[in-house]
């Protein structure tokens, strides 16, 4: 199951590495600093049309189009290119997200970040994976390790919040970091290169995949409040190995 999911992500991944002339193709979506280009929709229609012939009887949730949340069957939650930002301007930092779902149950998940040639993929109960190496989380403390987070740019309320906790967060790790791309940075936490991820109003689609991806390396997910994400509304998140965990809730 999972390895025809990155057969088609990797073939999607090479309309990514053909774009050119991205800021020309540029689309604004409804909300602050939300972009959409032509190769967003290509890749979306790519995944659609090539994983329905191996799942016919899957749905499909994409980032870019109009979605049904209500359906409680076998589901795709794709976000097509996760770093729109990244990708417009060339900072080759952006992924392809790929979920599937049972319900709000992700059994199979895939990010590829096709500049580093990186495929961070994991199957329900049977671990997590990069470039078919199993990964695991670190068990190094926050106060030991990386802090990751994202700035919710589409959502200007939550800023000075954000940015109140990262200064706590700063204060505490020995650095912070941001790529622009919340697929990646959840799979840097998976593969122990990272410590914890946080960012608040994340959809579905930045996050599903690589919520499976980091439970099976052992990591822990929840939302701010430490319940389960729900992958039909926003979801303000942390991605965090179990040690960095219990230190980031406390600060938060």
């Known amino acids: 199951m999972v390895n025809k999911i990155i057969e088609t992500v990797k073939e999607a991944g090479k309309i990514i590495l053909s774009a050119h002339n991205q800021e020309s193709s540029i689309t604004a979506k409804e909300g602050?600093?939300?972009?959409?280009?032509?190769?967003?929709?290509?890749?979306?229609?790519?995944?659609?049309?090539?994983?329905?012939?191996?799942?016919?009887?899957?749905?499909?949730?994409?980032?870019?189009?109009?979605?049904?949340?209500?359906?409680?069957?076998?589901?795709?939650?794709?976000?097509?290119?996760?770093?729109?930002?990244?990708?417009?301007?060339?900072?080759?930092?952006?992924?392809?997200?790929?979920?599937?779902?049972?319900?709000?149950?992700?059994?199979?998940?895939?990010?590829?970040?096709?500049?580093?040639?990186?495929?961070?993929?994991?199957?329900?109960?049977?671990?997590?994976?990069?470039?078919?190496?199993?990964?695991?989380?670190?068990?190094?403390?926050?106060?030991?390790?990386?802090?990751?987070?994202?700035?919710?740019?589409?959502?200007?309320?939550?800023?000075?919040?954000?940015?109140?906790?990262?200064?706590?967060?700063?204060?505490?790790?020995?650095?912070?970091?941001?790529s622009g791309s919340a697929a990646y940075d959840i799979c840097m936490v998976a593969c122990g290169r990272c410590e914890v991820f946080f960012e608040k109003g994340l959809q579905p689609w930045d996050i599903a995949a690589g919520t499976l991806i980091a439970k099976e390396a052992g990591g822990i997910v929840s939302n701010y409040d430490g319940e389960e994400i729900n992958f039909s509304t926003p979801n303000d998140v942390v991605f965090a190995n179990p040690n960095a965990y219990k230190e980031f809730m406390i600060l938060l």
């Open 32 to 178: 602050k600093k939300n972009f959409v280009t032509k190769y967003d929709v290509a890749v979306q229609e790519f995944l659609f049309k090539e994983l329905s012939k191996s799942f016919p009887e899957a749905e499909f949730i994409g980032e870019e189009g109009e979605n049904d949340f209500s359906t409680s069957g076998l589901r795709f939650i794709i976000d097509p290119i996760d770093g729109t930002t990244n990708f417009m301007q060339d900072y080759r930092c952006s992924c392809i997200s790929v979920a599937l779902c049972e319900a709000n149950d992700v059994i199979a998940g895939v990010v590829y970040n096709p500049y580093t040639n990186e495929i961070f993929s994991a199957e329900k109960g049977k671990g997590a994976y990069l470039n078919g190496d199993k990964i695991n989380v670190s068990d190094r403390p926050l106060s030991d390790g990386l802090a990751l987070f994202g700035t919710s740019p589409y959502h200007p309320e939550n800023t000075d919040e954000t940015f109140a906790l990262l200064r706590k967060v700063f204060d505490l790790s020995r650095d912070i970091r941001r």
